[in-house]
């Protein structure tokens, strides 16, 4: 890999301009992630080769040997690649601990799901519009980041007595401007938490996913072992939530700072599921994701890799690829057909919540510009500070003016 990289910075305050950059100077860039050496996959085609190539594996143990040592312990980066759950795992492996959860995220399930996800998101509503309406709210802390949360507690199985601590912790990792900093030990404080919770649960069955894996494992060890549990439950808190907190937040920014578009969904031009697509592309949930290795000397749009090389997968760059949108790749366009974007992944890895995302996006926003049409933004985008992490794309703040809630 050449010596010369490109440094990615987790508190940039332009990161597609940062990613302009980086496609401009290839299809694949040599950075450096959180002091780790890899390469960027920038462009679209280049992401998309990268997530299904035959050569290329989520498994550290193609990682070589003497970088992988000298990757600095800690980091965002470290906890993603050294995780043991189905997101690492390939081939049959994979398959082996996707498959007791595909039953959560079935259109079956969501069904069944939904009506909890419309109660909680009117409960919301009707909370902020008790608030001042010419007084700046924080849609990220008041709305986009209690809704999901809820929502992934009430499938997961979350006995009432432990939300309270679980929130504050959870409110760190997803840089909701709480009382605590996101940190290593904080993570273990959660870790440790998430084990008496399932243990509870393991007591007191219920009706959600902990107990459906509990007796899984209880009947089927060779399914899922203990540490795979364990590991499971935590992806599933953690993922299940934190990249939808930034879809909404990032498609109320969108859409507030575009009224013409909002007066497409008000005028049933297109459906809010448009929007959630179309954000989804513009401002994908997430950066930066670690990572991949080749397995074997490859060459990928006319780049050699070297055998145990990482590849970071760029989603946010990939959605804003002139090659694949056109030169307006970077103005939000509800009406853009298809969107066909890389947010969720693609192949094996496709993000098994997806389902689940898209449905608390369009419900949430539906809901929230039905009840206050005069919502504007309380401060410009570029006056909002990133959340500071190379992996989630989002703003720590989305200030708005509600304005007066909607006659009913």
Request: charged share 25%; with cysteine; aromatic share 6%.
């Amino acid at each position: 890999m050449e010596d010369s990289r490109f440094v990615l910075d987790p508190a940039t305050s332009d990161l597609h301009g940062d990613d302009d950059l980086l496609r401009k100077l290839g299809p694949l860039v040599p950075v450096t992630a959180e002091g780790v050496p890899a390469w960027a996959a920038t462009r679209y085609a280049t992401l998309l080769a990268v997530l299904t190539h035959p050569d290329l594996s989520r498994e550290i143990r193609y990682w070589d040997p003497a970088q992988r040592a000298a990757s600095p312990p800690g980091t965002a980066i470290d906890r993603i690649v050294t995780d043991t759950s189905m997101l690492n795992a390939e081939g049959e492996e994979h398959r082996r601990l996707r498959a007791p959860l595909t039953a959560a995220f079935t259109p079956r399930r969501l069904t069944w799901l939904r009506p909890r996800i419309e109660q909680l998101t009117a409960e919301l509503i009707d909370r902020l519009a008790e608030m001042p309406p010419d007084q700046p709210v924080d849609m990220r802390k008041e709305f986009a980041y209690p809704l999901p949360r809820d929502v992934i507690s009430y499938m997961i199985g979350v006995p009432a007595a432990r939300q309270e601590r679980l929130h504050e912790l959870t409110d760190a990792v997803a840089q909701v401007g709480g009382s605590l900093d996101d940190s290593p030990d904080l993570r273990g404080d959660l870790h440790v938490l998430l084990g008496q919770i399932i243990e509870e649960r393991r007591e007191t069955p219920g009706e959600d996913l902990i107990t459906d894996l509990i007796e899984l494992r209880e009947r089927d060890g060779e399914r899922l072992s203990n540490d795979e549990l364990f590991a499971t439950i935590e992806l599933l808190l953690i993922a299940g939530h934190v990249t939808t907190v930034n879809l909404i937040t990032n498609a109320i920014g969108a859409l507030v700072n575009a009224p013409d578009q909002v007066q497409l969904l008000r005028s049933g031009r297109c459906p809010y599921s448009a929007a959630v697509e179309e954000t989804l592309r513009w401002d994908s949930p997430i950066a930066y994701f670690p990572m991949r290795y080749a397995t074997r000397d490859v060459e990928i749009d006319g780049v050699p890799l070297e055998a145990g090389e990482p590849v970071l997968a760029c989603f946010a760059s990939a959605g804003r690829d002139p090659e694949q949108y056109g030169q307006d790749a970077d103005v939000f366009d509800m009406t853009r057909q298809p969107v066909n974007h890389l947010s969720f992944g693609h192949g094996p890895h496709f993000c098994l919540g997806a389902p689940l995302a898209r449905l608390e996006a369009e419900v949430a926003l539906s809901a929230l510009f039905e009840a206050f049409p005069r919502i504007a933004p309380a401060a410009a985008p570029d006056e909002l500070a990133p959340l500071d992490t190379l992996l989630g794309n989002s703003t720590r703040t989305m200030p708005v003016l509600l304005g007066p809630r909607a006659t009913r």
